[in-house]
Each structure stands twice: as C-alpha cells, then as structure tokens.
C-alpha cells in the first residue's frame, strides 16, 4: 500500500485526480469507480477542472457507482443516482448513458446486485477504484464484519453510519436503513485503488487501514490484500500513523 501524506485536503485531492486522470490519458474508455460522500469531492473538482479547459477528455470514460440506498426513489436529492449525477457526471462532463448505479429500488434486490456485478465485468472490471473511508472503516457501505470475499448485496446500515450520514435528511429517523454495495471482494477486483481520507474524525480508521491488522472489524484493511492500493491523506487523518 502506497500511502501519501499531503499538506491539505485540496492536494489530497490534486494528488487523487492526478492518478485518476493518468489512467484516463492511458486508456479514454477507461473505467472509473466512483465513491459518494464528501471525501472525493475535490477529487471530481479537479478533474472538471482538466476537463473543462481542455487537459483531459471523458466522454468515453465508463463508471460504476459503489453504493446506493434501498428504498429512496431515485429523484430524491440524496438518492446516490441524484448525488452521482449532481457532483461527478454533469460538472465532469462524464456522458451519462455510460454512468452506472446500483439499483435500490428494484423489486428483486438480489437480483439486481447479480446483474450489477455481471455488468460490471462485462465492462472488463474497473481500472481505478476511487474510495473514501467511514469513521468506523467501511468502504462503500461496507459496514464492519463485512466478508473479504463479499460481492455486490444488500446491507444493514451501522448505527454510526445512519448517525453520520443523517446530516443530508431532514430528520435522522429518514435516513434509510439499508443499501446495495459493491462487497469488499468486487473493490480489490478493480485494477487501482485510490483512497482519500481528510480531517481528525478519519485518524483512527486510517491508522486502522494501513497499520491494524487485517480485519471485518475494519473493512478499510482490506485495501493491504491489494497489490495496486494509495491511500492520500492529510495531516489530520495521517495523525494516528
Ligand atoms: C458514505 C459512503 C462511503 C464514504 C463514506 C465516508 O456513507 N457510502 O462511500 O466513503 O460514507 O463519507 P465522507 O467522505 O463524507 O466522510
């Protein structure tokens, strides 16, 4: 595992963008895993930025979303489809046909998170995997004891999640209680994985990630099974490092 200390979390995000942008240059059907949450926000700022004045191209770029809620209609604004749409395929330009989220909505969920795995590696599988990390180490939403070998299912919401995640609802008790994830096993299949984690409330689940030992207790601990894995944080979340 590579790990990269950056001065701020706009550079955690410089440094991210500029490996996912590298794989795009290299292959411009590349195809990028996208992660929700605030951590990669700077990570798609920076590419709109490439994009938008010329330095990159995506329009052929595909992309798989890691997660999504179960039983929020996809136009709600904090359905993963509206939050994939809103902050990572309109300001980057990606085209929208070629931009893939689980479906939490399907009447046979099981059956959905089989058809979102068969597509995915009908795509030929992703090229770089971008990740955030929650406080209690999930990666997507999976939550602590999720299996390594896990593929895309349906989940229970941790406690501490639906707690964090309870900013975005008007009341915490509308924050839904499960969702479809990609599984830990379906993430280390991505060629590259890139990992961004920024602010003091990360410094425990990142020491968990990069020093503690491999465990379902920390799903983040997976990425050291992962031959390609970086892992860009700043001073705050390195702390327990
Ligand atoms: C969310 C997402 C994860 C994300 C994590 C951290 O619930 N499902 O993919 O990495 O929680 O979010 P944030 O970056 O906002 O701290």
Redesign the pocket.
């Known amino acids: 595992m590579q790990v990269v200390i950056a001065d701020s979390a706009a550079e955690v995000g410089r440094i991210a963008a500029a490996k996912v942008a590298s794989v795009i240059r290299h292959r411009p059907e590349a195809v990028l895993g996208l ?6 926000l700077a990570i798609y700022a920076d590419l709109a930025d490439r994009v938008h004045s010329g330095r990159l191209r995506v329009d052929a770029v595909r992309a798989f979303a ?2 999504e809620y179960v039983g929020l209609p996809l136009e709600h604004p904090e359905s993963y489809h509206s939050v994939i749409r809103t902050v990572v395929t309109e300001p980057v330009g990606l085209t929208p046909e070629l931009v893939n989220v689980p479906d939490g909505s399907a009447a046979d969920l099981d059956a959905a998170a089989d058809a979102y795995e068969r597509a995915i590696r009908d795509a030929g599988g992703v090229d770089v995997q971008i ?5 209690n180490g ?4 999976n939550e602590p004891t999720s299996s390594f070998a896990s593929r895309t299912r349906i989940k229970t919401l941790a406690p501490q ?1 639906r707690a ?2 309870a900013r975005f609802f008007a009341s915490p008790d509308e924050v839904p209680t499960h ?1 479809v ?1 990609q599984g830990l096993g379906t993430i280390l299949d991505a060629r590259q994985l890139v990992l961004v984690a920024t602010g003091a409330s ?1 410094a425990d689940a990142v020491h968990a990630m990069v020093e503690g030992p491999l465990s379902s207790m920390c799903p983040g601990s997976a990425l050291q099974l992962h031959p390609h894995a970086m892992v860009v944080v700043d001073e705050a979340a390195a702390a327990r490092l």
């Open positions: 992660a929700t949450g605030s951590s990669p890691l997660d990740l955030g990390i929650g406080a999930h990666i997507g939403f999640t964090d995640n969702c994830t990360k």
